[in-house]
């Protein structure tokens, strides 16, 4: 046969071993790319040139380079500089920066449509910036732009294969070793993209039925 169901079989437990591995690379990178693209978006945003140009600039620089290379900047570039990353914090730091620049931009448009009217509303009513951000602003900005960010975050879990680049023992490169070990490869990769078609489908059903829980609550 083809296909050997008992080796796919076999190898099953190995790969969902790694598979724990993609998925804390994919929750912790889209964490960092969450809280460092809000603090991005702030500082695009803001009115002092000598912060939002910066800002601007390393938005897109970021957006305009590969995440492969960015991943090999962090890993074999940053030792020149006496900064040594363990393979897979060099994985998950170029996953969140990269995504936090996508995610500063969805930040971004979210905070503008809010109405001007509302800071004004609360610098009357004599609060403080930091709480009229924290308490009436973000509970407007957030809601609309989930959709945007949970797509996101499905794009981060797509991406994660890259990370077998640096021989980070994830999904994609324990199916390589078994492949290269066994010399089968068909059953190892088959699995492989079965487990992201399953997760990307499951995840994409949960962003429609959270889209569809915020517009009840909207409405």
């Given amino acids: ?10 190898i099953l437990p190995i790969l969902a071993q790694a598979a724990v591995i993609t998925i804390e690379a994919t929750l912790i990178g889209f964490v ?8 991005l978006a702030l500082a695009r945003m803001s009115r002092n040139p000598f912060i939002s140009f910066p800002a601007a600039g390393f938005i897109e620089f970021i957006r305009s380079t590969p995440l492969l290379i960015q991943i090999f900047f962090l890993y074999f570039v940053f030792p020149k500089f006496g900064i040594v990353l363990p393979a897979l914090v060099a ?10 620049t996508y995610c500063a931009e969805v930040y971004r ?17 004599n609060l403080a910036p930091m709480a009229t951000f924290r308490d ?22 797509k991406e994660t294969p890259l990370l077998s680049a640096i021989a980070v023992l994830e999904l994609m490169q324990t ?14 990769i088959t699995l492989v993209g079965l487990f992201f078609l399953v997760m ?20």
């Fill in 91 to 100: 994985g998950i730091l170029a996953l969140g920066l990269h995504y936090s």
């Fill in 109 to 125: 448009a979210g905070l503008e449509n809010v109405p001007r009217g509302q800071w004004e509303a609360a610098t009357a009513l």
């Fill in 175 to 188: 199916a390589k070793i078994i492949g290269s070990d066994t010399f089968r490869y068909l059953e190892p």
């Fill in 136 to 157: 009436i602003i973000l509970p407007q900005a957030i809601p609309p732009i989930i959709p945007a960010l949970a797509n996101y975050l499905v794009a981060l879990f």
């Fill in 32 to 39: 960092l790319a969450l809280l460092l693209g809000l603090a």
């Fill in 1 to 10: 046969m083809l296909f050997d169901w008992s080796f796919a079989l076999e």
């Fill in 200 to 219: 990307s489908l499951v995840s994409a059903a949960l962003i429609r039925q959270g889209e569809a829980w915020l517009r009840r609550r909207r409405s």
